[in-house]
């Protein structure tokens, strides 16, 4: 044994909400290093969402604050949820 310790694994990344709309839809409000690594922790399970995240989604959509192209959104949300992980909604943060 040479006594090296492996380095710790990278902690989850919680995607925050319209990160999660502005990554789907391919929008330049989120910047390319918060893309790259929104898109590392995915590749590395390891990316988050919160489960209010689809509560807020629909919230801002019947609201006529977002507007997601149906075809475009649900295609790829189901696709990055295949690999994200629900972070439970927590009484202090709710």
């Known amino acids: 044994m040479s ?9 989850p990344l919680l995607v925050d909400t319209h990160a999660l709309i502005w990554l789907t839809d391919g929008s330049r409000k989120l910047g390319e290093r918060s893309k790259a690594a929104i898109r ?3 590749r590395e ?3 988050t969402i919160s489960a ?6 629909a919230l801002l959509v019947s609201k006529g604050r977002v507007t997601l192209g149906q075809t475009c ?10 690999r994200l992980r629900l972070t439970p909604l927590e ?4």
């Open 73 to 82: 959104w649900i295609g790829s949300i189901l696709c990055l949820l295949s």
């Open 52 to 57: 209010i995240t689809p509560w807020e989604i």
């Open 91 to 94: 009484p202090e943060i709710a």
């Open 45 to 47: 399970d390891r990316a």
């Open 40 to 42: 590392q922790a995915y």
């Open 3 to 11: 006594g090296a310790r492996e380095p710790a694994p990278a902690p």
